[in-house]
C-alpha cells in the first residue's frame, strides 16, 4: 500500500484532502501533520526502515514557524541516507515566480501545486503520472 504524508497547519485542508481521496475510493494511507518538525523527526527515525517511510508527500510552503524552506533544508541533508527515494510536492494558495525557481533547486521536489488540490491532481498524483523523467512540474487546478 502506498503512503501519503501531507503537512499543512490547516486542519480544513486535512480534512478536505482525506474528503477527496476517499470519494475516489483511493487505498493510499494517509497521515497528516501540521508540522514539518514533526515530519522530519518522523522521517529521521525512520530512515533505516523503507517500510515505514511515505511515497508521497505534500508539503504546504507557508506555515508558521518551520516552513516548506527550512524543511527542504533539512530533508536535503537527510535525503542520501533514505533508504528510498522520496517524492516531495508543493502546495501553495499563491504562486510567487521566485518561489517556483527557487523549489526547483531541490532534487526531492517533483512539482509545485497550487492550492486547492484537486481530485484530478490527486489521481495523477497517485499513478506517479505528474512529471515524466524527473521533470519539475508547476500543475494548476483545470476549472
Request: proline content about 5%; charged content about 25%.
Amino acid at each position: 500500500m502506498s503512503t501519503l504524508t501531507y503537512i499543512d497547519d490547516c486542519q480544513l485542508d486535512h480534512f478536505i484532502l482525506q474528503k477527496i481521496l476517499s470519494r475516489f475510493g483511493s487505498s493510499l494511507e494517509v497521515k497528516c501533520t501540521d508540522t514539518g518538525k514533526e515530519a522530519l523527526s518522523l522521517l529521521s527515525q525512520q530512515k533505516v526502515y523503507s517500510d515505514n517511510l511515505p511515497d508521497l508527500i505534500l508539503l504546504d510552503i507557508y506555515m508558521p514557524g518551520f516552513d516548506a524552506w527550512d524543511f527542504l533544508d533539512k530533508i536535503e541533508l537527510l535525503y542520501p541516507t533514505l533508504p528510498h527515494t522520496l517524492e516531495i510536492y508543493i502546495l501553495s494558495a499563491s504562486k510567487y515566480p521566485a518561489d517556483v525557481e527557487r523549489l526547483k533547486q531541490y532534487t526531492c521536489v517533483k512539482a509545485f501545486i497550487l492550492k486547492p488540490i484537486t481530485k484530478e491532481v490527486l489521481q495523477k498524483l497517485i499513478r506517479h503520472k505528474i512529471s515524466p523523467l524527473n521533470q519539475f512540474a508547476t500543475i494548476e487546478a483545470q476549472n
